[in-house]
């Protein structure tokens, strides 16, 4: 888009992966982020404020955890639209409440600037090796715009509509993800204490209807002892079904499905897995069922 950095505000699990694949595509970065630590570890350059940051950079980047902050780091002092200017191009690539992001283009776009929402889907891994899946909402024009530097992290970019349906398109995403990790993780525990060997039973699912991302990617892992941690938390994974059951019931929506994921992410918290990754809700079921365990290592030793 321009010469200068490109600016990225929250360099933390996500945030700091997406970085690394911009700095190693032959980018830089100038970060902010409110652990100074992480900023060296994404490869950036350390800004030192959000509104230094703005002034220096065409565009920039938003990796936060919910709208909550998105709104501090953008609408508070110093923020994000205090520096705004005509031309600038901001990108959001937290999980977010869509009316709040609707609002926040609004708000920029009186200043000249362009607001895009870019739900991510693929996780840490995909997010190490760039190749993340991207939602985007907003003018496709700006979109194409910012392309190249998307392209650092993404190897798929999808123009879903308007401002605000990026992240209604990952809202949704991310419910159906909530709902097959939490019914899978139930259906393993249950294989567990039925004898069944899992590696096996696996198998058959993923040849059979059941088939789904968490029988494919995440178990066959779970069941060997590898969570595949640096993804997303039970916290977050409960935050993104609370603020789909909201958007839902804005929309009139009957969200028959919603109490599974609400029941077992919740579980997850109220055990001490809050800040695990969510593949731990296995763990969480098991520990309500008797202290199952997919995976002990004294049986494969």
């Known amino acids: 888009m321009t010469a200068t950095p490109v600016g ?26 409110t ?3 992480v900023i060296g570890e994404a490869g950036a ?9 703005v002034d220096a950079c065409d565009l920039v980047l938003l990796s936060l955890p919910d709208s909550t902050v998105v709104e501090a780091v953008v609408l508070g002092p110093g923020g994000v639209l205090e520096h705004a200017r005509p031309g ?22 009186a200043k000249g600037a362009d607001y895009l929402d870019a739900g991510i889907s693929g996780g840490a891994a995909a997010a190490d090796s760039g190749t993340l899946t991207l939602m985007v909402g907003g003018d496709e024009h700006v979109l194409e715009k910012v392309r190249s530097t998307l392209n650092f992290f993404s190897a798929n970019i999808f123009h879903v509509g308007p401002s605000g349906a ?9 419910f159906l ?13 249950a294989g567990k204490k039925a004898g069944l060997d899992l590696a096996i039973l696996l ?29 997303l938390t039970n916290t977050l994974m409960m935050k993104d079904v609370v603020l789909y059951t ?21 579980l997850a918290k109220a055990l001490g897995y809050a800040d695990e990754i969510s593949n731990t809700v296995v763990d969480a079921l098991g520990d309500v069922s008797g202290g199952v365990r997919l995976h002990d290592p004294k049986e494969s030793a």
């Open 8 to 33: 990225f505000i929250g360099l933390g699990n996500m945030g700091g992966r997406m970085s690394r694949c911009i700095v190693r595509g032959g980018g830089s970065v100038l970060g902010f982020d």
């Open 35 to 37: 652990n100074p630590a």
């Open 45 to 53: 350059t350390g800004a030192p404020s959000v509104g230094a940051l």
């Open 88 to 109: 600038q191009v901001v990108v959001d690539l937290s999980t977010a409440a869509p009316d709040s992001t609707k609002r926040i283009c609004s708000l920029l776009a």
């Open 166 to 174: 990026g992240h209604t398109t990952k809202l949704l995403n991310n």
């Open 177 to 189: 993800n909530a709902v097959s990790l939490a019914a899978t993780a139930e259906v393993m525990v």
């Open 203 to 231: 198998e058959v699912l993923n040849k059979s209807s059941g088939v789904n991302f968490a029988t494919l990617n995440r178990f066959p892992k779970i069941i060997t002892g590898d969570y595949l941690k640096g993804g």
């Open 246 to 266: 909201e958007m839902a019931s804005q929309l009139g929506i009957a969200s028959l499905n919603s109490a599974g994921p609400l029941a077992s992410f919740g």
